[in-house]
């Protein structure tokens, strides 16, 4: 079942998404960080289970970025990740954002969706604050890409 997450995912979405983080697939996250963007986060529930992960956040403008997207190694391939980003994209509509990026190690999973290869720079600088805290910061091999809605 997709819905939105509610305080109590959070120890389970954080777990789902240092798991990868751990392996260098994602950037890690803090309690404190999901604490205060639960409302941006989306995720698949089996049995009582978080299987998969997504948030949207608006970042500036009519810009919006899709971030923290992770399903759980035993569920992928089943189209929920998919179901994670198409829940973001409609929310991004619905709240009048015009463009959706996205940084990313999986670059064709998001080209399934329309997303481009766009240029870091033509991305705007507060896009980069949240950069400045990660552990790979300046060496970022994360592809940016975007969609237009
Ligand atoms: C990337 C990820 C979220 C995809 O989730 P998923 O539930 O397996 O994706 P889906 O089942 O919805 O896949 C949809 C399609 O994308 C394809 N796909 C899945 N992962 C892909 C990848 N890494 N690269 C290219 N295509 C991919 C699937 O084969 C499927 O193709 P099809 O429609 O032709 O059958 C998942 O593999 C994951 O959590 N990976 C580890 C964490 C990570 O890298 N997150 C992204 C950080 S931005």
């Known amino acids: 079942m997709l819905r939105k997450a509610k305080i109590n995912d959070i120890n389970q979405i954080q777990e789902l998404i240092n798991t990868f983080a751990k392996k ?15 409302r941006d986060f989306w995720v698949y529930e089996e049995n009582k289970n978080i299987a998969g992960c997504c948030a ?21 391939k089943k189209g929920i990740g998919s ?6 994209l ?13 940084l990313t190690y999986q670059p064709e999973f998001f080209k399934k969706f329309g997303f481009r290869k766009v240029s870091h720079t033509g991305l705007p600088h507060k896009v980069w604050a949240e950069c400045i805290n990660c552990p790979k910061f300046p060496n970022c091999q994360e592809i940016a890409l975007l969609k237009k809605l």
């Open 90 to 102: 409609c929310e991004a509509k619905e709240l009048g954002a015009a463009k959706v990026f996205a």
């Open 24 to 38: 260098d697939l994602m950037l890690p996250r803090s309690l404190n960080e999901l604490y205060e963007n639960i």
């Open 83 to 88: 179901e994670l980003v198409r829940a973001c």
């Open 56 to 76: 949207l956040s608006i970042s500036w403008g009519d810009l919006a970025e899709i971030k923290c997207l992770a399903v759980k190694k035993g569920k992928q």
